[in-house]
């Protein structure tokens, strides 16, 4: 059954993203001749008003085809005003934007309502649980709410600081204690305690602790989209930084494809229903991401030479997009390959040793 789900949630995000495209071509005027699910000759298909919708026998994505975006096919002159390459520059640009823009709102919905639902989501200062043989065992209780430590309160984040300037007294070894101890200020039954207690560096976390963690509670409907927002961004940052530095070894192991990402869907399905909506969250994003890079016949390079047509001043000479489409072809390619065999290493043993 996990399989299933996970194939479903790939087709969903592929008939979104192709949905955003279709939808907004059909609001700006654009004539959509096709909507495919899967690439290849359509085995499925029917027609209902101007477009053919169908699904192909390639699960490698899908395609929206628009009429005139080769500005050499043979358009009858009725359908002329309405061909690609005749809209205005904005429209173009909207079109093709709406595809990787419903992905990045699926990614949005999906982490937001997770977050909504979940008791944890903000981080307090109140005690969770202490845990046995550490600097604050015996000490703290679960319940207790830290106000302050050192004199610096707030967030569990500052009290996480300055809880990490308490080093210890000689070499960095696991379980050393700190120098000086730290004056901890908590709530407890309603009445403020003052407390001394020396942390311990540990050598896995590689900073000080008190050997204690804080619970959370629930987000409103703004929190829980300031943290998608925050969980989003950092996601993304760490896509693009993968990417732009694939020709290092230690950043190339990183890249997956497709494969793996139905497989971590898949087993995650296999879970928990939670961790499966996560997983296809961060996919529809990198979906979203990988398509606006500026390289056709990604969406973002059609966006990268309907700019430059408008700074121009006249049309991109189709020849040489398509010597762009070429080497974007080409470098596209690269990266399934390395994603791909990342893939194999990861799943089954070393892949074909692009490293």
């Known amino acids: 059954m996990s399989y299933v789900l996970a194939f479903l949630g790939f087709v969903a995000l592929i ?5 955003g495209h279709f ?5 700006v005027g654009m ?3 096709r909507f495919s699910l899967f690439m ?3 085995l499925v298909k029917f ?3 101007e477009t053919e919708y169908g699904i192909g026998p390639f699960p490698l994505g899908g395609y929206v085809r628009i009429t005139g975006m080769n500005p050499h096919e043979e358009i009858p002159p009725e359908v002329l005003p309405r061909a ?5 520059v904005w429209k173009r640009i909207v079109v093709i934007l709406a595809g990787p823009a419903m992905n990045l709102l699926i990614a949005f919905v999906i982490v937001w309502a997770l977050v909504l639902s979940s008791s944890q989501a903000v981080p307090t200062t109140t005690v969770a649980q202490v845990g046995a043989h550490t600097a604050a065992a015996n000490v703290l209780r679960p319940g207790d709410r830290v106000v302050s ?13 300055r809880i990490e300037t308490h080093r210890c007294a000689g070499a960095r070894v696991n379980g050393c204690l700190s120098a000086t101890p730290a004056n901890v200020v908590i709530r407890r039954n ?3 305690v003052t407390l001394q207690i020396r942390p311990r560096y540990d050598a896995t976390a590689q900073r000080p602790l008190l050997g204690i963690s804080f619970g959370g509670k629930p987000a409103n409907a703004a929190q829980a989209a300031s943290i998608t927002v925050s969980q989003l961004s950092s996601v993304t940052g760490q896509t693009v930084s993968t990417v732009a530095r694939i020709f290092e070894p230690q950043e190339r192991k990183q890249l997956h494809s497709i494969v793996y990402g139905y497989t971590a869907t898949q087993e995650s399905f296999a879970t928990s229903t939670t961790q499966a909506l996560w997983v296809l969250a961060l996919i529809s994003l990198s979906l979203a991401i990988i398509n606006l890079f500026p390289f056709l016949p990604l969406d973002g390079g059609h966006v990268f030479w309907a700019v430059a047509e408008k700074l121009r001043g006249k049309r991109i000479p189709f020849e040489v997009m398509e010597r762009a489409g070429v080497v974007g072809f080409v470098l596209i390619l690269f990266i399934f390959v390395i994603g791909l065999t990342n893939d194999i290493s990861t799943l089954s043993g070393p892949g074909i040793g692009l490293r």
């Open 15 to 19: 008939i979104l993203h192709e949905f």
């Open 23 to 27: 939808a907004v071509a059909k609001a």
């Open 31 to 33: 004539r959509v001749e």
């Open 40 to 42: 290849g000759p359509l």
């Open 47 to 49: 027609r209902r008003g």
């Open 84 to 88: 690609y390459y005749n809209q205005a």
């Open 149 to 161: 430590v050192d004199g610096v309160g707030g967030s569990e984040s500052a009290i996480r600081n």
């Open 190 to 192: 309603g009445h403020l």
